[in-house]
């Protein structure tokens, strides 16, 4: 379970760090942010084009971005935030200085968002340094994905693939879940996952019956905070929820492997039926189906035994109700 902060901290350290406990608190696995070299990510064009509104940090988007970004102090000290609520830390890259610098900081983990699936170059360098990779292919075909696992694979075999819909929110009619199976089947070698942009939860645990071992989904403290993410974002009772209902999921599929269970037998019992004496019969006789009666409790010759009982004689006389045993048979 990732719980992906992003910007949702405004830029604000204090609170970053609040939303990493807030992740470790509500059981998710892992906390992530976003990390942007936003000077050699975007045209100087988009980088200076006004960005004003609600959720505008700056008066360019430039700017907007510049206000949100954290460097090596910050993800220092977010990572031991992280390091002592026991949960990971880590990020998405989005540039090739980002992928440097999470890979100096030495994070256990490196996404790469939906928007660089097709940005080989940028795959390619991130798998290079053998960190896990875990990357979102949100509004792509199957000739995108394919292109980006093929990119990967051959440079760095610890891959993640995350089905996504990069649209914010996403609703229920464009999460196409069932291409998760479509991934396990033609990637048999990479670990499959959600990056859920829904404001609901059960899409998560169906993404996970249907084999999804990677959960992604943005969190908040406050969903009416301002920012791009905070209305679709998880706040901490919607997260531990999640959670909880995960591993409700995970214990409820249990094995694959149909058997009777130790706590089934008190049911069967009372409910199962066995063969019994459908009336008092004395030694010699030679049993007929009308002699032989199913009955409950379920505690004797389960009754799919009945053909092999009629035609045998009776080797001691049995009452009626009483068990028929094989052993009381010639």
Request: aromatic content about 6%.
């Given at each position: 379970?990732i719980?992906?902060i992003?910007?949702n901290?405004g830029?604000?350290?204090?609170?970053a760090?609040?939303?990493?406990?807030?992740?470790a608190?509500?059981?998710?696995?892992?906390a992530?942010?976003?990390?942007r070299?936003?000077k050699?990510?975007?045209?100087?064009?988009?980088?200076?084009?006004p960005?004003?509104?609600?959720?505008?940090?700056?008066?360019?988007y430039?700017?907007?971005?510049?206000?949100v970004?954290?460097?090596?102090?910050?993800y220092?000290?977010l990572a031991?935030?992280?390091?002592?609520?026991?949960i990971?830390f880590?990020s998405?890259?989005f540039d090739?200085?980002?992928v440097?610098?999470?890979?100096?900081?030495?994070?256990?983990a490196?996404?790469?968002?939906?928007?660089d699936l097709t940005?080989?170059p940028?795959?390619?360098?991130?798998?290079?340094?053998?960190i896990p990779l875990?990357?979102?292919?949100?509004?792509?075909?199957?000739?995108?994905?394919?292109?980006?696992?093929e990119?990967i694979?051959p440079?760095?075999?610890q891959?993640?693939?995350l089905?996504?819909?990069?649209a914010?929110?996403?609703?229920?009619d464009?999460l196409?879940?069932?291409v998760?199976n479509?991934?396990r089947?033609?990637?048999?070698?990479v670990?499959?996952?959600?990056?859920?942009?829904?404001?609901?939860?059960?899409s998560?645990?169906i993404?996970?019956?249907?084999?999804?071992?990677?959960?992604?989904?943005?969190?908040?403290?406050?969903r009416?905070?301002?920012?791009?993410?905070?209305?679709f974002?998880l706040?901490?009772?919607h997260?531990r929820d999640?959670v909880?209902?995960l591993?409700r999921?995970r214990?409820?599929?249990?094995s694959?492997?149909?058997e009777?269970?130790?706590?089934?037998a008190?049911?069967l019992h009372k409910m199962?039926k066995?063969?019994?004496?459908?009336?008092?019969l004395?030694?010699?006789?030679?049993?007929?189906?009308?002699?032989i009666a199913?009955?409950?409790p379920?505690?004797g010759?389960?009754?799919?035994?009945?053909?092999?009982l009629?035609?045998?004689?009776?080797l001691a006389?049995l009452?009626?109700?009483?068990?028929?045993q094989l052993?009381?048979?010639?």
């Amino acid at each position: 379970m990732i719980a992906e902060i992003g910007h949702n901290h405004g830029g604000d350290i204090g609170l970053a760090a609040e939303l990493v406990r807030m992740a470790a608190e509500s059981g998710a696995d892992a906390a992530k942010l976003q990390k942007r070299d936003n000077k050699s990510l975007y045209t100087k064009a988009m980088y200076d084009q006004p960005y004003t509104g609600r959720n505008s940090y700056g008066a360019t988007y430039g700017l907007h971005r510049e206000a949100v970004e954290f460097g090596e102090q910050e993800y220092r000290h977010l990572a031991q935030v992280a390091a002592d609520a026991g949960i990971a830390f880590f990020s998405t890259a989005f540039d090739f200085n980002s992928v440097d610098f999470l890979a100096e900081l030495g994070v256990p983990a490196i996404k790469i968002a939906s928007g660089d699936l097709t940005n080989t170059p940028l795959l390619a360098y991130a798998a290079k340094t053998g960190i896990p990779l875990v990357i979102s292919t949100g509004g792509a075909d199957m000739a995108d994905v394919r292109r980006a696992v093929e990119t990967i694979l051959p440079l760095n075999d610890q891959l993640a693939v995350l089905q996504c819909t990069a649209a914010y929110p996403a609703t229920p009619d464009v999460l196409n879940l069932s291409v998760i199976n479509t991934y396990r089947e033609e990637f048999p070698d990479v670990v499959v996952g959600l990056s859920g942009h829904d404001v609901e939860t059960e899409s998560s645990v169906i993404a996970y019956t249907l084999g999804a071992r990677i959960i992604e989904k943005h969190v908040t403290l406050d969903r009416s905070m301002p920012g791009s993410d905070h209305h679709f974002s998880l706040e901490a009772g919607h997260l531990r929820d999640l959670v909880d209902s995960l591993e409700r999921t995970r214990r409820s599929l249990g094995s694959p492997v149909k058997e009777l269970l130790p706590v089934e037998a008190p049911a069967l019992h009372k409910m199962a039926k066995k063969l019994v004496a459908a009336r008092d019969l004395a030694a010699g006789e030679i049993l007929a189906a009308d002699d032989i009666a199913i009955k409950s409790p379920g505690d004797g010759l389960r009754p799919y035994l009945l053909e092999e009982l009629v035609g045998r004689p009776l080797l001691a006389p049995l009452a009626a109700d009483e068990d028929i045993q094989l052993s009381d048979l010639g």
